[in-house]
């Protein structure tokens, strides 16, 4: 069988010489010639496939995994993604029935970044993996990408499997979003976008850091995922919608200044179920632990698109315990004429035994009227009552965290002693019964700091 992904390497000399069919051409968006010295992948592959194990590979344009093949990504790859074209950022799509796996350390990650000399956000589109497991729109293709049976997803295989992935992390991505976009028109494909991906799968060890949108997305499916990382991105870094009822445990979101004004508002989490608010099933409802969302040091005085720590709207559930969510100007958690009533009435959603700041304590808690935005006294006493314990923080220095802001070097999310969330977590009910580690501690991190510097988690 013809294999129709273009792949060489040249064993006899030291340095590896490009196969691309249209020789040595540099897209003109790409300024490094990285091409020409590593094996290029194009186009579609549609047989098994293993990279070679700390090789780098330039991937070129959309490259999609098809025909139930398997790609497999070895420790230490390091994979260099450029366009085919200025109108088609590079990326990689793994088909329904296709699979992925990336087997890196925390050493030796896998890495995806931009082939530029000078990277910026938005230099390739990022990782696409599609299933078949449910959706609210019981079918779909994924916005970014042309609409054919390659981007198809949905179905009814709550268990499918897209593969594993652990200690990956992605770069300077998220190109095929416009600015200012409306994220129910235009919600192009960001970071790390897993669209009805199905629980077999494995998602573990993953950052995304400097994407020009979002840094994770999850448009319907069950996967659940631990140990992701969002950092400096341009919009949402944990994006639910169409559906999505997996569950995550020990993730970050994390920022050191508000992002461009490429996004309308930029969240840690954001939420949603489907366009009108009309509630098609499977509600949009992710079940989360041990979360830590920050944002950058300091009250904000002059408004920017930095927005809500956790903004729950658009008629979704959600369950979200054993969390810090702090230094976001306009709100810790703010839900909507829509998402309110659902969560003060216990129809589907609870936020509980979480540790909450906001830059203003007063909207630690807050209420998206449409016209505007206003602090929410009822929800902050229903929020804070005896049932679901949670916190209000007045300052950062009160949650004690060990070096949330270091000058020059990684930051440290690990809790001293004395603080709060040392306790208090709470893994009580059906919701929590399974996947879940069971931990005392509240945030991503406890007392041993998981997301410390690596090669895989870099705070550059």
Known sequence: MRRIYFLCASLALLSLASCDDEGSHISPDITDPSEQKADTIKGAITENLVLKENATYYLKGQVYVKNNATLTIPAGVTVLVGAKSTAEKGG????QGAKLFV???????????SAATAKTPGDWAGIVLLGKAPTNLVTGNVPGLPVSDDTKFGGDVAGDNSGAINYLRLEYCGGLNPDAEDEWETDMASGLSLFSVGSATKVEHVMVRNSRDDAFQFVGGTV??????????????????RGYTGKLQYIISYRTAAPSAHALRANGMESLN???ALGPVPHTRPVISNMTILGPQGAETTKTNLNQGVYI??????AVRNSIVAEYPQGGLMVCMKTRPILLNGQGSEFMFNLVHSDNSARAFT?????????????TNFATNSTNQNT????????????????????????????????GANFSGPDYSTFFTTVAFRGAVGTDNWAAASNWASWK
């Open 92 to 95: 990689l799509v793994v088909k």
């Open 274 to 276: 489907d366009k009108d």
């Open 392 to 423: 209000v923080i007045q300052s950062l220095a009160d949650l004690k965290l060990k070096a949330p802001y270091a000058a020059s070097a990684a930051p440290d999310f690990s809790l001293q002693g004395g603080a709060a969330a040392l306790t």
């Open 367 to 379: 209420w998206d009227l449409n016209t505007e935005v206003v602090a929410d006294e009822e929800l």
């Open 313 to 318: 709207r658009k008629a979704t559930r959600f």
């Open 224 to 241: 659940n995922a631990k140990y992701l990382i969002g950092y400096n991105n341009g919009d949402d870094d944990f994006d639910f919608d």
């Open 103 to 113: 087997n890196g350390t925390a050493q030796k990650p896998v890495v995806f970044t």
